[in-house]
């Protein structure tokens, strides 16, 4: 028995994975004041790129 899993339109994929970005540089830049070191703004664009591929957008 397979199961089938419900597919996740592009357009949700997609949003998903800007919304990540968007919250990764805003991560990058609050760290980045902090620490006054500026390559945590790519660190965190990148994390937030990779959240927002990783995780499953929501069904609706």
Known sequence: MTKKKPSVSP???RKQIIIGIIM???VGVVISLLTQF???LPAGVALGLASG???KPPEQ
């Open 38 to 40: 500026w390559l945590w």
């Open 11 to 13: 357009e949700a994929r």
């Open 53 to 55: 591929a990783i995780m």
């Open 24 to 26: 990764g540089a805003i």
